[in-house]
């Protein structure tokens, strides 16, 4: 690998995190609604299933230890700071991945109530005293580094050394508890996860998937270090974690298969659907084949055996993770999740990040091998042709990485931020808010359609002449409004046929005389727009229109003129300003406008039940399949 | 919405925001960086820092720097600059845009005022611009960006002027997709151009005193810089 | 404390949404913002109780059950779900911490979650807690113009369920729902149409839910012993063997030169 590649993927790296970086501001600021695809029906997204892998991955870790430390196999041991610094990066992703998930994080503390029949409380605590565990186990590699020997350091680093034992006994204890109760995490979930994944046997199966993930992904960081930097691979050793990890694999085939055998699940998997298919090629690409692969002596001490099994098992278990809490979760009842772009990005710049660090650390420490790697760049002041480069290495440094963060976050911005939807018809007037208020219920009274993605319930027209089915809501449960009855009615009590149309036609159409009451309210469910800023500004003439309508330069509803001034022939309700900024949904505007007339009349006349629901809602229900066929024709 | 006005609102203009405004950051720090390591570097370093302070603001205020030779083209480029600023950012209307790209924006101008400005701004431009063509001395010095960047300009300030008139000879929508269009090349070449004199400015007094306390071999070693080692002593 | 629980007379019920209006009230959810996160069946952070049409006709209510054992106080790690002495569960904000493992847990798909806020917090039905301390019925009882919410003791919500059942067996399906599933919850109905589309299909057992997940902890501190018995252990073991492993090499390298 020569040095312009290596650059182009360190950059590429860089642009992921700073790509993660826009994102994690979107996340912070607008909430995880604005920054995730995760709704109410699915909560739990691509984030938990990356958290998933990197502790599944991290499993190399405690494995290691467990090898060099508990079973006296000191020929892995040149593997064992490697394997706890992908460890303790495993879990810093887990811990930073979590600060995005949560919807609270700053809560994070409350964490020390005791909490013993949840999950989730064990694991947290056992995250952070791992954690805390590799730190410890990986700081005296860090205090080896030359600009560290100061004598207080050395003193603390000795203590360490001394420690190791009780801290790799307390690791693999943490481990072994967390790793597995990842798996139980999803046993409470037994309505959502798909039957070939749920298991009551989770936690022994993540348990040992993690034992050989960790290995292989050792395996794979071998092959990885050694392109990168030409040296550190030890193939030998390499092999011997290929030797054993069909133990552990093995162990976690079988589980998996016979608890799905035993309790009669394993005929679902050959009924042809994608679950069933991705299901075995989990098992048998990702488990079976290489379990054979490095069954075979000469095809596991070749290079590229080793790195194809290795890959292999490392794809069957992050799908087995990915599956179980994304892909095949939230397949029932229609219900669809898909990351959203800045969830994406976060979700990868978390990894890319943690590459860098691991890069960072092994070009910095004895990780590959026992020597400190000389720094590659020198500045050289004195020489005549770097002052006419001028550039010292950080400069250098900032000023391609910063070049490479304005295009990556300038395009990530625009990508990802979606600001609040400029809603024409919010309701900002006072007054009009304050009329909705005292029409509508609280609980219909919404934002307009316009402004949001929910699916619209358009309205059928009422149809029917002297009696009017209102079929609102398409369902077939109608209401039959007496119109002739509420006309006589309405034009004895006020005086003239004019006043009586308008009391429920308050408002018409340009040129119409009774506009239908669905021709406004468009929607069942929604309040919807009725005026149409687009049409009159450009009928208008553009830049130039806004005074013709606003009375002054703010841009605002409240500053405009009523549709009267022009639209002449509108005839606004009692009360009621003729420009409103958004016409009440038809449920709203029905019950509003009968219920309010209904229970006057009620107290009036002393008749009750003209206020009951059961009057327009009869027996109780509506009725359903009352169509018009009934009804006398005009 | 008409397609100016979608592209006005939509990614793209928040694209060229952000590489405008990181851009033009970017190059203060970088600028920052430089001037330090040279300060550094210099072997003098008691730096005048009060008077670099003093005509830095004098310069901002370039009643007292006016041209005596040149009044004209001071008082065209005063103005064009004045206009600039004031119609760019406080009219209404790009206030609008700004507010529906990133949630904010402050208060503005009254427009007679600026249409004043801008009138000011379009006669300023072309008078920069004819003299770029047909004055023989800064002829001599442009490059062809000096002359595209001009016109950049002058197209932004009279589409932008007509648009707001009633007599606009040319359809509304078709002139506000070319304002808007050359208004979002001028930002997203900003960073990259001599506009970015617009942020850099007040480190260009500071940058000019340091670059004499630079150390006694200083001036040869520029030499060397610009022409290599085997270029001429002065 | 007895536990309290909350009859729902499907039949009864007109569609009115006044018991909607009432929680709104009563609770100061003010107006709903609709977010594209949120489902269709009206539940939301803002409206803890919705009436939904069912498939086969009829208007039925949709909030809390209340699980007895429930699923969402057993998962929670900070316990901000927690149960009040009357079997009510209850939610505390200033505890959350958003890891929303109750939106996942809940085998009804109750707890909504605020998407759009950035200090969001999860919303759902809790019985009116501070009403019943002030003597108060809970506000959509209360709203009720067809009496088809019954509030009281549970176990006589159960007699009174069960007498409705009796005396009219044509109206009802012969079933209270809410009585055993997942170990019997707080909300109940009695229903002239079935029920499934809330989960009530049978699949979900009358095994409490927590019980899953309490087969693998209770045997934490086992495995904790466990694993630290047998690494110590083995260390020790195996460290020794090496050691006379090496002695024995020393010896059998030694008695030949013994033998010269």
Known sequence: ?634 | MPTWLTLAKGPAFLFVLAVFALGLLRLIVLTVWDILAAVHRAGNRRMPYRQILRQTLSWLLPVNHLHRARPAYSFASFGLHVSILLVGLFLRNHLDILQANIGFAWWSISKPILDVLTLIGIAGAAFLLLSRIYVMSSQRLSRTSDYLLLLLLLNILVSGYLAGRDWNPIPYDELMLFHVLNGMALLLVAPFSKIAHCVLFPFIRLGAEVAWHLTPRGGSEVIQTLHGPQGRKI | MKQVGLLVDVTRCIGCNKCVDACVMANHLGAEHHIPQQEADGLSAQRWLAIVDAPQGGFVRKSCRHCLDAACVSVCPVGAMHKSPEGIVLYDKQKCMGCRYCLMACPFGIPRYEWDSPTPVVGKCFFCYQRLSEGQEPACVEACPQQALTFGERSELLNLAHARLRQSPDKYLPKVFGEFELGGSALMYISNVPLDFLNFNGTLGERPYPELTWDWLSKVPAVTLVTAGLMTGLFWIIGRRMQAQLAGKTQTSQPPEEGK
């Open chain 1, 1 to 634: 690998m020569n040095n312009t590649l290596r650059t182009w993927i360190k950059d590429g790296l860089w642009a992921v995190a700073f790509a993660g970086l826009v994102a994690a501001v979107i996340r912070f600021a607008s909430g995880l609604g604005a920054a995730t695809g995760l709704t109410d029906a699915t909560p739990w997204g691509v984030w938990i299933a990356f958290k998933l892998c990197f502790v599944a991955l991290a499993g190399g870790g405690f494995t290691l230890a467990a090898v060099v430390y508990i079973f006296h196999i000191e020929s892995l041991r040149p593997l064992l700071r490697r394997a706890i610094l992908i460890a303790t990066l495993g879990y810093s992703s887990f811990v930073v991945s979590l600060i995005f998930d949560l919807g609270l994080p700053w809560h994070m503390y409350r964490i020390v109530n005791w909490q013993d029949r949840s999950v989730m409380f064990e694991i947290a605590w056992c995250v952070i005293l791992y954690l805390t565990v590799l730190i410890l186990e990986f700081s005296p590699t860090v205090l080896e580094h030359p600009w560290l020997q100061h004598p207080i350091l050395q003193k603390i680093a000795h203590w360490l050394h001394q420690l190791t034992l009780p801290l790799v006994i307390t690791g693999i204890v943490l481990s072994t508890l967390h790793q597995s109760s990842l798996g139980s995490l999803f046993l409470i979930m037994r309505h959502r996860v798909n039957p070939l994944w749920y298991s009551p046997w989770l936690p022994s199966l993540f348990f040992t998937s993690a034992i050989s993930a960790g290995m292989m992904a050792l395996v794979v960081e071998g092959f990885i270090m050694e392109r990168w930097f030409k040296r550190g691979m030890r193939f030998e050793l390499l092999t011997l974690l290929g030797k054993w990890v069909p133990l552990p694999l093995g162990l976690y085939l079988i589980l998996r298969l016979s608890d799905l055998f035993l309790r009669g699940v394993l005929p679902g998997a050959l009924d042809g659907s994608w679950q069933s298919i991705l299901f075995l090629a989990e098992i048998f690409i990702g488990g079976v084949l290489p379990l054979i692969l490095l069954g075979i002596k000469k095809v596991r001490e070749s290079r590229k055996g080793l790195l194809t099994s290795a890959v292999l098992i490392l794809a069957g278990i992050v799908s087995q993770r990915m599956s179980l809490s994304m892909f095949t979760m939230y397949q029932a009842e229609g219900t669809h999740y898909f990351p959203s772009l800045s969830e994406t990005a976060i979700a990868l710049a978390i990894p890319a990040a943690a590459i860098l660090v691991y890069l960072f650390f092994a070009e910095n420490l004895a990780l590959l091998g026992a020597e400190i790697p000389a720094p590659t760049d020198i500045s050289t002041l004195d020489d005549p042709a770097a002052f006419a480069k001028q550039d010292t290495p950080g400069r250098a440094i900032f000023a391609r990485r910063s070049g490479l963060a304005i295009f990556v976050v300038a395009l990530a911005l625009p990508l990802m931020f979606h600001p609040p939807a400029n809603c024409n018809s919010q309701p900002t007037d006072p007054a009009t808010l304050t009329k909705a208020l005292e029409i509508l219920p609280p609980s219909l009274l919404s934002s307009p359609a316009s402004c949001n993605d929910r699916a619209a319930t358009p309205v059928t027209p009422a149809k029917g002449w002297d009696v009017l089915t209102i079929n609102g809501n398409n369902a077939n449960y109608t209401v039959r409004f007496t119109h002739q009855d509420h006309q006589v009615f309405l034009t004895k009590e006020l005086g003239s046929e004019e006043a009586a149309c308008q009391t429920c036609h308050h408002l018409n159409k340009p040129g119409d005389q009774a506009t239908a009451c669905s021709a406004c309210h468009t929607d069942y469910y929604q309040p919807q727009s009725i005026f149409d800023h687009t049409i009159h500004e450009t009928t208008l003439g553009g830049n130039t229109s806004c005074t013709k309508c606003h009375s002054s330069v703010e841009h605002l509803p409240l500053t405009s003129v009523i549709c009267q001034n022009c639209h002449t022939g509108m005839v606004p309700q009692a009360g009621q300003t003729a420009f409103n900024m958004f016409a009440p949904s038809y449920l709203d505007a029905m019950h509003g406008s009968c219920l309010a007339c209904h229970i006057q009349e009620a107290q009036k006349q002393n008749k009750p039940e003209l206020a009951l629901c059961t009057t327009c809602h009869p027996n109780g229900q509506s009725q359903p399949n009352q169509t018009t066929a009934n009804l006398p024709k005009p």
